[in-house]
């Protein structure tokens, strides 16, 4: 029995990392949208065995040279038809400065028609107050953000790019302000929103941008799940871009610049949140039922005599890291149809905000 597509015929390119096991970077992200109904090109950044949470892989990295070669040979033979570009994991900042040249050429490329290529940036930096990569990758990053039209940073990221220390809700509001004004960004999600490592619940805050620059923020809040997850960032993006090409087609804007909204849509009915929604419906059922999985497996490598706790430390992360890898193929009812649960907020571009306490130059990131 055929399925409908999601969305209207839609080609993507996709610059992120490999693995052979699992699912981060292309190997979650090509899937998911294939399974929605893309066309995925996709191009990778490395090719690992494995992903870093296990603390050991082998495989090797693209170099930029690589990249814009491969992108080179795709121009060559006219492969460059894209509608989306997803970029996420750049291993350096030469890499990271390879993805903003073919980006910028495929927005190029698009200038005369509106609406007809969107880049999605997902600035792969680090997470929880750590780098993953050289600090030279950050500057690197704030370099293409003008050039994007949805960017989706973590909370540490959003740090880094607005250079805005974020504690509070109030600070990532006025971050996410600076952002949409200092770089003309048209739509930004900051992800894994949490100022209390005890709090029950994660957040979602996005905005798209009125003409003028300001803000139209929402949040969404979801159940904290007790488990390290790989590769959610990279299915978080993967959905929001087919979650966002529908909710934008439903609203005729895939012919206007960066599918902007008309200014007198409140934050609740952006297209942008209203995708946000279903793809953290989506995420949140497969999540639940990869920890429930992961629960019984490591229940049964116990076993009565305790052998897992026999274990020594680097085999037992080992087969934690394993048993918590995201269940992703045997869940594709819940990427088709999410659960529509959480709810978006709207937040005033002010929200909490106290002028006399807010970041000063010395109180800023960096």
């Known amino acids: 029995m055929s399925v409908e ?22 190997t979650m992200a090509a899937f998911v949208m294939q399974t929605l109904g893309c066309e995925v090109a996709a191009l990778n950044t490395v090719h690992y065995s494995n992903h870093l949470g296990y603390k050991q892989s082998k495989g090797t990295m693209t170099s930029a040279d690589e990249i814009s070669e491969l992108y080179a040979g795709l121009k060559l033979s006219y492969l460059t038809d894209f509608d989306v570009m997803l970029s996420g994991y750049a291993p350096n900042a030469e890499v990271v400065g390879a993805i903003g040249a073919i980006g ?4 190029l490329k698009a200038a005369t028609k509106a609406g007809s290529f969107f880049w999605v940036l997902d ?39 607005s ?11 006025y971050a996410i302000t600076k952002l949409h004004q200092d770089h003309r960004i048209p739509h930004i999600i900051v992800t894994s929103v949490r100022f209390d490592s005890s709090s029950p619940v994660i957040s979602v805050v996005g905005s798209s941008s009125q003409v003028d620059g ?9 159940p904290a799940l007790d488990c390290f997850f790989s590769g959610t960032g990279d299915m978080f993006a993967a959905l929001i871009v087919v979650r966002l090409r529908e909710a934008v087609s439903r609203e ?5 610049n960066s599918w902007r909204s008309p200014d007198e849509v409140n934050a609740v009915e952006l297209p942008l949140a209203k995708a946000t929604e279903k793809v953290l419906g989506s995420m949140h ?3 639940e039922k990869t920890k429930i999985a992961r629960d019984a497996e490591l229940d049964k490598m116990s076993g009565p005599q ?3 706790e026999k274990d020594s430390v680097k085999r037992l992360h080992l087969r934690k890291t394993k048993a918590a890898e995201v269940r992703l193929v045997r869940n594709l009812e819940d990427l088709r149809k999410p659960d529509t649960r959480f709810r978006a907020q709207a937040l005033s571009e002010t929200e909490g905000w106290n002028p006399a306490k807010m970041p000063r130059p010395t109180d800023q990131v960096g």
């Open 214 to 222: 300001s803000a139209r923020l929402f949040k969404i809040d979801v």
């Open 163 to 173: 250079e805005i220390k974020i504690t509070t809700l109030s600070e990532l509001t």
């Open 104 to 107: 910028r050429d495929l927005k």
């Open 123 to 161: 600035p792969v930096m680090g997470d929880e107050g750590r780098l993953y990569v050289n600090e030279v990758v950050v500057p690197a990053y704030k370099d293409l953000l003008r050039n994007a039209d949805l960017i989706l940073p973590n909370q540490f990221e959003a740090e880094l790019l």
């Open 306 to 308: 305790g052998a897992l």
């Open 5 to 26: 597509p999601l969305v209207p015929e839609t080609k993507v390119l996709a610059i992120a990392s490999h693995v052979v096991y699992g699912h981060v970077g292309n």
């Open 252 to 256: 005729g804007l895939l012919a206007t």
């Open 285 to 287: 059922a497969i999540l």
